[in-house]
C-alpha cells in the first residue's frame, strides 16, 4: 500500500540553509529541519550551525568527540521533512509528483503497518504532501473545507474507514480548514479551554455536594469514587461511541476471549460525517493540536445524560450524586489534559554534556512516557485496540490493551 509522502531536496539546496535562521543536515539520504533545535543543542548553537547544510553521520558516530545517544536519533525523528535527491531526481523540481518519495516505498525500504501506512510514531509528523496525497487516494484534499468533501464524497463506509484511519499530517501541525467559512473558529479548541471552562464549576460543585453531608470526608469519598467511574467512561466513550465503525463484542475477564465484529456505523453521510466530526478526523489528522480536546458545546451534549444518570443511581440523597458527578468530571479534566499532552509533549529534551556524557532531561515522566508510546501507537499501529488513555487498566480487562508490534515490510 501506499505509504506517507516527502519531496526529495537537492543536496545543493540543503547546503542553502546554514544559518540560524533556516538550518538542514542530513544523514544519508534523509533530510531534517533542525531551525528549532538550534538553541537548544546541548553542545551550542554554533556547534550545530558548524555543520549547518552538511551530513552528519559522521560526526554524531564519531567516539572521539561524541557518539550519540538514541535520544539525540530520536529528536531528529521529528524534524525529517525529506530526502536527498540522487542525480535523477535532482532534476525533477521537488513539487512535482516525480519528486515525492513514499516512506514504504522502495527508496526506503521502511516497514509500515498495513491498515495505517505507517512506520512509526514520528510518522504522525511527517508532512502530508496534499496534492499528492489526494491525487493518489482520491479521498480529501487537505487544502479545502474537509467537512463539505466529506458530507459531498459520496463515500462507502469501507473506502471511508480505511481512508480515514491513514493519519495524514498538515503543515508542520497547523489545522486543515473543516468549514472554510464564519464556522471555522467554532471548530478549534486550545487545550487550556478545558480547565479554564470546567474547572469552577467543578470546585463550586463539590462546595454545593458539601452542604448536604456530613464532613468532607464523605465528600472525598464519593468524589474519589466518581473519579474511579470516570476512567471506565472514558473507555467505554472511546470504544463504544468513537470507534463506532467497527466495534468489537468480547466476552472477556482477562483468560476469556470470544469475539464478534458488529459494524454499527450507518453505510451513508449521515453516519459518516458525524463519524469524523465526532472523531474522525483526529485519526485523519492526530497532531492537529487545535481539534484535540473537545469543545465545550460538545462536552455538554455528552455529559448531560450522565448527570440525569447519577441522579437515578444516586436517587437517595442529590448530594452524593452532586459529588460523584464532580469527581467525574475532574477525570475528564485530567483526561482531555492527559491526551493532548501525550500527542504534544516530547519525550525527552537533550541538557548538556558532562564527562564526555549527553545527559538526558525528560520532558515527561516514566509512566507518562509509557503511556504517550501506547497511545501513539493506537493511531499508527492499531487503531482496533488500546482506548484507554489515562490508563491501560480496563483494556487489560477486557482484552483491548496494546501489545509491541513490527511493522511489515510492504509487499
Not at 463484542?249 to 453505510?267: F, G, H, K, Q, V
Request: hydrophobic share 40%; with cysteine.
Amino acid at each position: 500500500m501506499p505509504g506517507r509522502t516527502l519531496p526529495t531536496i537537492s543536496r545543493v539546496e540543503v547546503a542553502t540553509h546554514n544559518s540560524a535562521k533556516s538550518c538542514y543536515v542530513s544523514i544519508g539520504r534523509e533530510v531534517f529541519d533542525i531551525t528549532d533545535f538550534v538553541n537548544d543543542h546541548p553542545g551550542g548553537a554554533g556547534l550545530i550551525l558548524d555543520h549547518g547544510g552538511k551530513d552528519v553521520k559522521a560526526t554524531m558516530e564519531d567516539e572521539l568527540s561524541h557518539r550519540h545517544s538514541d535520544a539525540a536519533y530520536e529528536i531528529l525523528e521529528e524534524h525529517l521533512i525529506g530526502f536527498v535527491a540522487d542525480d535523477l531526481d535532482s532534476a525533477i523540481p521537488s513539487h512535482t509528483a516525480g519528486g515525492i518519495r513514499e516512506t514504504g516505498g522502495e527508496s526506503r525500504q521502511k516497514p509500515f503497518f498495513q491498515s495505517t501506512g505507517l512506520s512509526s510514531a514520528e510518522d504522525l509528523s511527517t508532512p502530508t504532501d496534499a496534492q499528492s496525497d489526494f491525487r493518489t487516494h482520491k479521498f480529501l484534499d487537505l487544502n479545502r473545507p474537509l467537512f463539505f468533501q466529506v458530507w459531498n464524497g459520496g463515500f462507502t463506509k469501507d473506502f471511508y474507514l480505511e481512508q480515514v484511519h491513514r493519519p495524514r499530517h498538515y503543515k508542520g501541525g497547523e489545522s486543515a480548514p473543516l468549514f472554510g467559512n464564519f464556522l471555522e473558529p467554532l471548530s478549534k479548541t486550545p487545550w487550556w479551554v478545558v480547565p479554564l471552562v470546567w474547572l469552577p464549576p467543578v470546585i463550586y460543585g463539590t462546595f454545593v455536594a458539601r452542604e448536604g453531608l456530613a464532613n468532607w470526608g464523605q465528600v472525598c469519598i464519593y468524589w474519589l469514587l466518581g473519579l474511579g467511574l470516570w476512567t471506565l467512561v472514558e473507555y467505554g466513550l472511546h470504544r463504544c461511541l468513537f470507534h463506532v465503525d467497527e466495534y468489537v463484542l468480547r466476552e472477556s475477564l482477562l483468560w476469556l476471549e470470544t469475539a464478534d465484529i458488529a459494524r454499527y456505523l450507518p453505510d451513508n453521510r449521515v453516519g459518516i460525517t458525524l463519524h469524523f466530526l465526532l472523531h474522525g478526523i483526529h485519526h485523519y489528522l492526530p497532531m492537529d493540536k487545535y481539534r484535540l480536546v473537545m469543545p465545550p458545546t460538545l462536552f455538554v451534549v455528552l455529559a448531560t445524560p450522565f448527570w440525569k444518570l447519577a441522579q437515578v443511581v444516586f436517587y437517595w440523597n442529590w448530594h452524593v450524586a452532586a459529588a460523584v458527578y464532580c469527581g467525574g468530571i475532574f477525570g475528564y479534566i485530567c483526561y482531555d489534559m492527559t491526551h493532548y499532552f501525550l500527542h504534544h509533549r516530547r519525550y525527552a529534551l537533550s541538557h548538556k554534556y558532562a564527562h564526555g556524557l549527553m545527559l538526558i532531561r525528560y520532558s515527561l515522566p516514566s509512566y507518562y512516557r509509557d503511556l504517550k508510546k501506547y497511545h501513539l501507537q493506537h493511531h499508527y499501529a492499531d487503531f482496533e485496540n488500546g482506548f484507554g488513555v489515562t490508563s491501560r487498566f480496563w483494556d487489560r480487562i477486557f482484552g483491548t490493551e496494546l501489545t509491541p508490534q513490527n511493522a511489515k515490510k510492504a509487499a
